[in-house]
Structures are given as structure tokens and as C-alpha cells.
């Protein structure tokens, strides 16, 4: 089976920038999540997608992030203008919902974002 | 507002002994626990998991106990290898979260050779 796929790993731009991220979540799990991990801290959730519909995005600084889920399969995460505190991981996960030991819940590799 | 905490950033272990890693949670919502390992430049993975219903769970090395009175979960991971060493997340969810999951700060696990 194939995992949660990222894309960029990396990316360094400048405050004011605006950068997206991409992801594609494992085949048939229907719920997508971002999580941005600053350095020293947890995961901290940002976005949950059922589907193509927003589940949840009460954390999500809506002034400046973005996200979307087009058919249901992949998302995109933008961020429009970047912050130096904006520097961190971006994770995604996808869950199939099922299972008894972690929802079948699988994350991707991240992608590393610096704002200089 | 912390509602997941691990209060010990790092842990040194000898290799063969037990490591014993804490997590401490305030919401008394929250009906499953999780345990995630992490390595450098991936994302993390699943390790153990138990719920509110049981106060232990073993997976070969690993153990997770829960004690909820206490609102308190440790893993406890015998005997220990050089290949356990990264770091651990503490997560938890509750039933009307849409499994969303709320993870502590985790804890850099070293297990010296």
C-alpha cells in the first residue's frame, strides 16, 4: 500500500511570500488532515477534510492560510502572506475512519517550510 | 491551553533496559490514547494505542498503561535498542472529535549502544 505522499520536502522562501503544499493521501481514505508541527512543539491540527467538505478549520488562521480538497483525493495547503512564524512542518494525514487501533490514521513525510 | 503534556523533553536509556516515557492530559473528554514514534525528516509513525476502557495494552516490546484517575498514560518499551531511539508523541482523541488527534510536545528518546 502506498503511503501519504508530500510534495515539496523543503521549502525556504521569504516573509510575504506565499507558498503551497500539496498531498495525496493513501487510496480510499476519505479523511484528510493538515497538522503544522513547530520545532520543540507537537502536531497541532489545522485542517480535517471528509471527502471534498471541511470537517473542521476552526484553527486554521484564515486570514492568511488556505486549503482545499478538489474530488475528494488530494489537497492542497496555501499559505498567502508567509510569517517567519509560519516556519515549521506541514504534515498530512489520512484516515480511513476504520480499525480499533489508531483509525487507520497515516501521515506523510511533511514538508519542512522556512521563512526568512 | 495544553491538554496533552509530556514533561520531559529528553531520555537517555542503556541499551537492554527499560525506558519508561510519561504523559500527563487535562481533558477529561478525551477516551483514547495513542502513542506515535518519530524519526528526523519523516512523519510519525503508529506504535500502541489504548482505550479509556482498559488501563493496559502490550504490543510485543512496547506497553502503554493508563491510569485515569490520575489522567496520566506511560509506554514502557523493554528491553530497549539502539533503533528505538527517537522521538515520542503522546496523542488523544475523544468519541466527538471526529478523531481528530491532540498530541503532547514529545520526548527524544536515546538508547545508548
Known amino acids: 500500500e502506498a503511503g501519504v505522499a508530500q510534495s515539496p520536502r523543503y521549502k525556504i522562501i521569504e516573509k510575504r511570500q506565499s507558498v503551497a503544499f500539496w498531498c495525496n493521501p493513501i487510496?480510499?481514505?476519505?479523511?484528510l488532515y493538515w497538522y503544522q508541527q513547530i520545532l520543540g512543539q507537537g502536531p497541532k491540527l489545522l485542517i480535517q477534510?471528509?471527502?471534498?467538505?471541511?470537517?473542521?478549520d476552526s484553527q486554521l488562521p484564515k486570514d492568511r492560510f488556505s486549503a482545499e480538497r478538489l474530488k475528494g483525493v488530494d489537497s492542497t495547503l496555501k499559505i498567502q502572506p508567509a510569517k517567519l512564524e509560519d516556519s515549521a512542518v506541514y504534515l498530512c494525514?489520512?484516515?480511513?475512519?476504520?480499525?480499533?487501533?489508531?483509525?487507520?490514521?497515516?501521515f506523510g513525510s511533511g514538508t519542512r517550510l522556512t521563512v526568512v | 491551553d495544553q491538554q496533552v503534556k509530556q514533561n520531559s523533553p529528553s531520555l537517555s536509556v542503556q541499551e537492554g533496559r527499560i525506558s519508561i516515557l510519561n504523559c500527563d492530559y487535562t481533558?477529561?473528554?478525551?477516551?483514547?490514547f495513542l502513542w506515535y514514534k518519530k524519526y528526523p525528516a519523516e512523519g510519525p509513525t503508529f506504535l500502541i494505542s489504548i482505550s479509556s476502557i482498559k488501563d493496559k495494552n502490550e504490543d510485543g516490546r512496547f506497553t502503554v498503561f493508563l491510569n485515569k484517575s490520575a489522567k496520566h498514560l506511560s509506554l514502557h518499551i523493554v528491553p530497549s535498542q539502539p533503533g528505538d531511539s527517537a522521538v515520542y508523541f503522546c496523542a488523544a482523541s475523544y468519541s466527538g472529535s471526529a478523531r481528530q488527534l491532540t498530541f503532547g510536545s514529545g520526548t527524544q528518546l536515546t538508547v545508548l549502544p
Open positions: 494525514a489520512s484516515s480511513s475512519g476504520t480499525g480499533p487501533s489508531n483509525y487507520g490514521y497515516t
Open positions: 477534510f471528509q471527502n471534498n467538505g471541511v470537517v473542521d
Open positions: 487510496s480510499g481514505h476519505a479523511t
Open positions: 481533558n477529561s473528554m478525551f477516551d483514547y
